[in-house]
């Protein structure tokens, strides 16, 4: 049966660069067939596995940080294009992502493989219609006496028909989760929301830590709205609080292809996403979810409006993001491409050994 080894560096923080003969000695050890690395972070990397002859060697850009927002920072362009030529295959998960690596970094069309990320869609799925909510361990079922079913996960006990929006990420720059409680105050203050009365205005769960944890519990008790968010932390059981949202928003400045947006569409949830990246490859704006500028908290707030005050879109639109999920983004489709990456690069790798060894 497969296995699998893990193997912690234990790195401190700072540049890969002066780890590289350890790595090199890990790797002559290893003795792997296939080295694959992900993001510029562990790129130098690829110049160990090289050093150490490994045979195949696989990099994949999955998305960018708020100091390198489109691969724009010019010292890791560099990087990566100095080290381009110890790599055989480059994996890019959007189009805006593969275009970057032909016309910026300079790989050639052929070392470029597009694989998508994909969802496990058995996992992540809707709550099922008529289906009473299971409540976690040693907590109350949801629902009972008019609160809101994330009550039974942690969260305050709100009033069990408030709309939620649910936030799934790092709590980092490069996510901006503050756009979306600056879209929240917006919406505090609109009349048609208001018009609900207080148990009708919307929540917001944030689940997932990160730097800015200090500063948005800052914010929140300066703008007087702690009242409204869930601050849920790392959590082991998203996909049953993704079952508890009304709708999901990702308010990034940059983007690979998503995951946490892979998740909510297979959790049947319509989504309010910038337009960053590969969002659009996922989103069918207007069907699946809405698309908004990025860094734009008006826009934010009247995409959100737009699902808070219409419940049958906020259904059919989840209904849709479900059905493109299953059918476009399943995770089998996902682990089937990366087989075919692997089986054909160390297939080539062993019919030129064997070329080489004849011709010596």
Known sequence: APT????????????????????????????????????VGTLEAQLAAWAAGVPARVHGEHGWEVHDLAGSNRSLLRTRRLLRRFVHRQVALSEATRDYLRSRVGVPSEQIVPIMNGVDTQRFHPRRDGARD??????????????????????????????????????????????LLQALELLAFDPALA?????????????????????????LADHRLADRVWLAGDRVDVPELLRCFDLHALPSLAEGISNTLLEAMASGLPSVATRVGGNHELIDDGHTGLLVPSNDAVALA????????????????????RRRAVEQFGLDAMVAAYDRLYDGLLAARARRARTELQAG
Do not use: C, F
């Open 302 to 321: 009247t995409a959100l409006r737009r699902y808070l005050l219409d419940p049958t879109l906020r259904r059919d639109h989840g209904a849709m993001a």
């Open 4 to 39: 699998a080894r893990i193997v912690s560096l234990d790195r401190r923080p700072g540049p890969l660069a002066r780890d590289l003969p350890r790595i090199w000695r890990l790797l002559r050890e290893l003795a792997p067939d296939l080295v694959h690395t992900r993001n």
């Open 134 to 179: 299971e409540a976690p361990a040693g907590r109350d079922a949801p629902d009972s006496g008019g609160v809101h079913r994330l009550a039974a996960y942690g969260a305050p006990r709100w009033p069990a028909d408030a709309p939620v929006i649910g936030y799934v990420g790092r709590l980092a720059d490069v996510k901006h989760p503050l756009l």
């Open 195 to 219: 018009a609900g009365g207080p148990q009708r205005a919307p929540r917001v769960a944030l689940v997932g830590s990160g730097p800015l944890l200090t500063e948005i519990r800052t914010w």
